[in-house]
């Protein structure tokens, strides 16, 4: 069917959810994937199919489907074609090699002639090419940090969010290796039909992506300092200004970048600023 994109999600796990909620902020109307493999959104041309993420990638060079939402790391470890067009800012991790606690690291070369479990075989074989470093390597799928303490490796490669996983497994971590988000990816070729409704919701990404990363905000200022705030939060073109039934006063709405958020708000409060809301954006097209 060229009229209708076809997208795949994770079924379960870690990147299901922000997948979702990403689709659904774009005006998708789509169930949650609880025993379904497939759901056509009752608004949009697009069908939702719901996979393991591990299988995305085959999915997607085989034309099964046209683009799927996946993590980097897991899209670089397949080396399947497809493109990453779309960065998406959740399921933020880093894949790291770790050695036992008691060792002493000394550098790369620690790793020369060790061995290292991991299930990124391809990502870790690169890495290690690229630091002309030679170490063998053990593919195992699940655990792998508890490889180190059975005597299976004498390191490991895996995924780290907060570290405490190694911890209790009496690993440190040593080298950072590769930084993953998830990714929306597609086919490399798509039909113009096909590529059109990609490009729409692209467009919608954009405006929730930005929307998440910025906020409205509206205060009240002395006239006299009108200028200064607008040099601080100038907004998207510039800020509302309407006057307020006091006197001298008025009340100023822009928008304001989430990153620098509290830095401005104190220099907004040292040039008079007063009573300062901030509110949430649910969609914004620049
Ligand atoms: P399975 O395939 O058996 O469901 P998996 O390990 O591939 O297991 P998840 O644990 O759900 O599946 O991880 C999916 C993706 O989510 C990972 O490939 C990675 O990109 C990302 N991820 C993994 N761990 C974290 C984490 N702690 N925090 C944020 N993102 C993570
Ligand atoms: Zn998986």
Not at 89 to 96: E, G, M, P, T, V
Not at 206 to 221: D, F, G, T
């Amino acid at each position: 069917m060229n009229n209708i994109l076809r997208i795949a999600i994770q079924k379960s796990g870690r990147l299901q959810e922000g997948s979702l909620k990403l689709l659904k902020d774009c005006g998708l109307n789509i169930s949650n994937g609880k025993d379904q493999l497939k759901t056509q959104a009752g608004n949009f041309p697009i069908e939702v199919l719901f996979l393991r993420d591990d299988d995305i990638p085959q999915y997607i060079e085989d034309g099964v489907a046209d683009a799927g939402i996946i993590g980097e790391n897991v899209f670089i470890e397949k080396q399947k074609k497809g493109n990453i067009i779309k960065r998406l800012d959740f399921s933020k991790c880093r894949l790291a090699l770790a050695i036992p606690r008691s060792e002493q690291y000394t550098g790369l070369t620690w790793f020369e002639g060790k061995n290292i479990a991991t299930s990124y075989p391809n990502i870790v074989s690169d890495y290690l090419k690229k630091n002309n470093i030679k170490a063998g390597i053990h593919e195992i799928s699940g655990s792998v940090e508890i490889a180190p303490g059975i005597g299976l490796a004498d390191a490991i490669c895996d995924i780290v969010s907060t570290g405490s996983t190694l911890l209790s497994n009496g690993l440190k971590e040593v080298e950072l290796v590769l930084k993953s988000e998830a990714v929306l990816i597609s086919r490399i070729q798509l039909e113009k039909s096909k590529q059109d409704i990609l490009d729409k919701l692209l467009f919608r990404i954009e405006a929730v992506q930005q929307a998440r990363n910025n906020k409205y905000i509206l205060l009240n200022c002395p006239n006299e300092s009108i200028e200064a705030i607008t040099n601080v939060i100038p907004g998207m073109k510039s800020p509302t200004i309407l006057p307020l039934g006091k006197e001298g006063w008025s009340s100023l709405h822009s928008v304001v970048d989430e990153n620098d958020f509290w830095e401005k708000i104190d220099q907004l409060k040292a040039l008079g600023a007063q009573g300062i809301l901030v509110i949430p954006i649910e969609k914004m097209i620049k």
